[in-house]
């Protein structure tokens, strides 16, 4: 697996990258603090590589290493690393 690193990219916009690509997304209004939207972000993140396996190989279980839980903690630089616990 790889870990997901999140950055803020601009105003109400998070960066989050991995070695696989990167993707920039605009926040949702109804989250409530810093940690809940970067880990949102990096959702999204795994989400879109997921759904790019499932298309590629034509499986349900296709990405689903994507989907697994992960935890995540705030760098000394301010930005979020994620990284998956399965």
């Not at 991995?18 to 999204?44: C, I």
Request: charge should be positive.
């Amino acid at each position: 697996m790889q870990a997901i690193e999140t950055k803020w990219a601009g105003p109400g916009k998070i960066r989050a990258t991995a070695a696989r690509g990167a993707a920039t997304y605009e926040v949702p209004d109804n989250l409530s603090d810093d940690q809940e939207r970067h880990a949102w972000a990096a959702r999204e993140l795994s989400n879109k590589f997921a759904a790019l396996d499932r298309k590629q190989y034509g499986t349900d279980s296709a990405g689903a290493n994507w989907a697994q839980p992960f935890v995540s903690g705030c760098l000394p630089s301010g930005n979020y690393a994620h990284v998956f616990t399965r």
